[in-house]
Structures are given as C-alpha cells and as structure tokens.
C-alpha cells in the first residue's frame, strides 16, 4: 500500500468517527434544586457539636455557594 493511500485512509476513518461520536450536552449551572440540603426551621434548637456524630435533625443554617465559574488554565510560562 502506498503512503498516500494510508493517509487517505486515516483521514477517512478521522472523519467517519467525528460524525459518529456521541452529541455531548454544554453543563448546566447548579441551582438550590439539585442538591437535598436539609433547611433551618424557625424556632428549632442549633446544637454545638465538638467532633463528627450523625444527628437526626440537622438545622443548616447556611451550605456553600451554588454559582459555577469556568476553570481556566494558564498558558503563561515564566
């Protein structure tokens, strides 16, 4: 087989895979709904905890921020 041929042969088989590949969905911000964060209840007691224990009602009274930002990757060099 010649060279040419090979290569003519790769970018065929290059293209048919990129039209076949897999359509990939742009992710989506998260929001409040996506996560089961358990809510403070007016009136409820907030307990101090020292160490780790499993407790059967939790109050959260505040958990994390739910905005993204894109990752960038610095292509400086020093």
Do not use: N
Not at 26 to 38: L, N, Q
Not at 54 to 63: G, N, R
Request: hydrophobic share 40%; net charge positive.
């Amino acid at each position: 087989m010649s060279f040419a041929f090979q290569i003519g042969l790769w970018l065929l088989s290059a293209l048919v895979v990129y039209l076949l590949r897999p359509k990939v969905d742009s992710p989506r911000p998260a929001t409040e709904d996506k996560f089961s964060v358990p809510k403070a209840q007016e009136g409820a007691e907030i307990g101090k905890v020292y160490g780790t224990v499993w407790l059967k009602d939790p109050q959260v009274v505040w958990y994390g921020d739910f905005t993204s930002s894109p990752v960038k990757a610095s292509t400086s060099k020093k």
